[in-house]
């Protein structure tokens, strides 16, 4: 028997989206980063993990969603092979269970590259705003995908546009989004955070909290409440959401600006931070719940990483995917192809086994409901140093899947309400020391708004 807490069921509201049993793994520490970073590396798949051979969808994975029902759905920044065209997007749903389409849902009405995504409680994909025919011209509009009918519809528009907002689930039901572009002429940022309520379909403004932020912010849900705004700049803050809302100081992180690395709550109120910036190899934790959170120096990660993935494991443990260690905006000279893992416990890095190509700026990574990580895309621009456009997917499998026979769930609750106890059935329960819930991920620019662990 599981029993949940009010605040879990506010965090992951009604839908139960997975269950994962995690295993403890040993760790190879690396501590010095290496200066070869085009060398594969590989191993014993129970230590290293394993990737499967590409797979071309034809598409660069800019945006990519595991729905509900274990299907991906992804967009790219083309639009039916043509540039900026204003007012559409082929999206795609792709089933990992048989590597193939199963729809090609159509939106006649928003170019929805470089829009800000995440879940609402039951299961349909919020999408605030779009790409207005050029690199920073914001769509005001607000769609919602429906994965039961593979549908696209319009809600309310936002106040204004935006273009790399960010979009954060609140433990009531509603979605906090904040920041985008909203024209061109430089950071024409759009000041007002809104909140949208999923009862009426309508949008509430935090007229109290208007700010300027930094393009596709890392908001992550606090345990009181507050969304709190990890970076990538230095100086973090709360976001209140009630009322009119309003901004409050939070602890200051130590390495500096980390454009381009990325952010994950890896249990409640705990934050960790790495890569990005020049780039960097360093990682941060934070405790948000403590009376005076300070941030602190963990291991350092192998490689240093720009441009790169962090997805959270059912275990428990962060995986870092892609990235390069060279210099600019996306340099192709210095890629990265070994994954790593960050281990909560002893706040170390272990190198893990390499994939084939490049994952650079506009690639994703997402845990799949059977453990696995779906990792994709790459391009639209090509990065410098005679990179492409990577139109393929890998799969990679961490090591914890070749640790044996896995343990088999025969029966558990389609919903779970507030205060509820719950009951999840298996046979193999005398052997599982940990379970999990891991909510669905929906991820762009090397930031997934959507991902978090409840660790029962």
Same mark, same amino acid.
């Given at each position: ?110 170019? #929805? ?101 930094? #393009? ?157 990580? #779906?990792?994709?895309g790459g391009g639209f621009p090509a990065s410098t140093g005679g ?70």
């Amino acid at each position: 028997m599981l029993a949940t807490t009010s605040s879990l069921v506010r965090k992951c509201r009604r839908t139960l989206l997975a269950l994962g049993c995690a295993f403890l793994l040993g760790s190879q520490l690396l501590t010095t980063p290496r200066t070869t970073v085009n060398a594969a590396f590989q191993g014993d798949p129970s230590v290293v993990g394993q990737w499967s051979a590409p797979i071309d969808l034809g598409v660069v994975t800019i945006h990519t969603h595991l729905l509900p029902t274990g299907k991906v759905l992804f967009w790219s920044r083309q639009q039916n092979g043509g540039g900026d065209a204003l007012g559409f997007s082929q999206t795609y749903v792709f089933d990992p269970a048989t590597n193939g389409f199963t729809a090609f849902p159509f939106n006649s009405t928003t170019n #929805l590259f470089c829009s800000g995504h995440s879940f609402l409680p039951d299961g349909r994909l919020l999408v605030a705003g779009g790409h207005h025919g050029a690199d920073g011209i914001g769509e005001p509009h607000t769609n919602i995908f429906d994965p039961a009918t593979n549908t696209w519809t319009r809600a309310q528009d936002m106040n204004l546009g935006r273009w790399y907002p960010t979009t954060c689930p609140l433990g009531n039901g509603e979605t906090v989004v904040v920041s985008g572009n909203v024209g061109s002429g430089g950071i024409n940022n759009n000041t007002l955070p809104q909140v949208f309520q999923p009862s009426s379909g309508t949008w509430r403004s935090l007229t109290g909290a208007q700010q300027g932020l930094q #393009l596709y912010p890392w908001m992550l849900l606090a345990p009181n409440g507050r969304v709190f705004n990890a970076g990538p700049d230095q100086f973090t803050q709360y976001l209140a959401t009630s009322g009119a809302g309003a901004w409050f100081g939070g602890p200051s992180s130590n390495f500096g600006f980390r454009d381009y690395g990325s952010a994950v709550m890896y249990d409640d109120g705990k934050v960790l931070i790495a890569g990005g910036g020049t780039p960097t190899n360093t990682a941060e934790v934070v405790n948000i719940s403590r009376e005076s959170p300070a941030w602190r120096f963990v291991g350092s990660m192998a490689f240093a990483r720009r441009q790169m993935n962090a997805t959270l494991l059912p275990d428990g443990h962060v995986l870092v995917t892609g990235g390069t260690s060279g210099g600019g905006f996306t340099n192709a000279v210095g890629s990265v192809f070994a994954a790593e893992d960050w281990n909560p416990s002893t706040e170390t890095w272990t190198t893990l086994a390499s994939m084939t190509e490049r994952r650079l700026y506009h690639s994703t990574a997402i845990l799949l409901p059977d453990g696995r990580v #779906l990792v994709g895309g790459g391009g639209f621009p090509a990065s410098t140093g005679g990179d492409s456009n990577h139109t393929t997917i890998e799969y990679f499998s961490p090591p914890y899947l070749f640790k044996g026979a896995r343990p088999s769930i025969t029966s558990a609750p389609a919903t779970v309400g507030g205060g509820q106890q719950f009951f999840v059935g298996t046979p193999d329960g005398a052997g599982i020391s940990k379970v999990t819930l891991v909510r669905l991920s929906s991820v762009t620019h090397a930031f997934n708004q959507n991902q978090h662990i409840n660790i029962l």
